[in-house]
């Protein structure tokens, strides 16, 4: 019975902490790893002519969309996002996301 309660008490744990992981992003960190995004989506995020923009895009879906991009689950045709998050660790992510939603999207 004890053990059982044990594993349900750890499990409760790491759900509580990943959840934690995904809306808890740190967005001055996120500032920081932005510097390998500026490149393409420009330095306000809103992008151009030839890259979507990111800036104030919800975090959570933002998060989302960079697990599908390292996954492989979204496609990137022209191959220019998978090098980008590729090394990108989940917290790296959800920085990042935390630090566009504060962007103004325009
Ligand atoms: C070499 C250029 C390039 C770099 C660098 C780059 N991106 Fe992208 N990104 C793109 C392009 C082009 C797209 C459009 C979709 C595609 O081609 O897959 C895109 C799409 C996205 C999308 C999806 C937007 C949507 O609404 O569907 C997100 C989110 C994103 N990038 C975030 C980032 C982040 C965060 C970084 C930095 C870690 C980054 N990108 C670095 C070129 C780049």
């Given at each position: 019975m004890l053990t059982r309660n044990l594993i349900f008490t750890v499990l409760c744990f790491l759900l509580l902490a990943t959840g934690n992981l995904q809306a808890g992003g740190d967005s001055a960190r996120g500032l920081e790893l932005s510097e390998s995004c500026?490149?393409?989506?420009g330095d306000d995020g809103k992008g151009d002519e030839d890259t979507v923009g990111i800036a104030g895009l919800d975090a959570a879906k933002h998060f989302d969309l960079l697990k599908g991009y390292k996954s492989g689950e979204i496609v990137d045709e022209d191959e220019m996002m998978f090098d980008y998050v590729e090394e990108l660790s989940e917290q790296d992510m959800a920085d990042l996301a935390a630090y566009y939603a504060t962007l103004d999207g325009g």
């Amino acid at each position: 019975m004890l053990t059982r309660n044990l594993i349900f008490t750890v499990l409760c744990f790491l759900l509580l902490a990943t959840g934690n992981l995904q809306a808890g992003g740190d967005s001055a960190r996120g500032l920081e790893l932005s510097e390998s995004c500026v490149d393409c989506h420009g330095d306000d995020g809103k992008g151009d002519e030839d890259t979507v923009g990111i800036a104030g895009l919800d975090a959570a879906k933002h998060f989302d969309l960079l697990k599908g991009y390292k996954s492989g689950e979204i496609v990137d045709e022209d191959e220019m996002m998978f090098d980008y998050v590729e090394e990108l660790s989940e917290q790296d992510m959800a920085d990042l996301a935390a630090y566009y939603a504060t962007l103004d999207g325009g």
